[in-house]
């Protein structure tokens, strides 16, 4: 699979909806497990805690009993319905690599073009 359509995917699942207590889906994940599975998931972000796409996206992973993930990417859409491509936070990047340590070798998408290694986005990982 390449950049571009797991770019698509996770733009895919966006949808923002605003609440009362916050706000859901505005950033979206999709990940290729190392089965070639793909699983998507969105951001949601509620006044008590956040809960991000990429660890949406895992856990639905997990779910079915998978822990390696070959390549992820998490996207944004701006008012005019334009697609950014994120990085994922430190406490994604950490859940990605405790989730399996072999997925330190798993690449973070950054554009169509573009990847790095988890373990480069980690370098003090012990």
Known sequence: MTNQELID???SVLGTRRTKGGLFGHVGSALLSD???VY???CADVSSNTFC???NAIG???TRGEFKVKKIVAVWKDKDE???V???CGDCRQFICEVNEENLDTEVILDASKTV???DLLPNYN
């Open 9 to 11: 995917r996770a733009a």
């Open 35 to 37: 089965k070639n599975e």
């Open 40 to 42: 998507v998931g969105i």
């Open 53 to 55: 796409a990429e660890r």
């Open 60 to 62: 639905s992973m997990i």
């Open 82 to 84: 334009n697609v950014f």
């Open 86 to 88: 994120i990085a994922p």
């Open 117 to 119: 290694f988890l373990r």
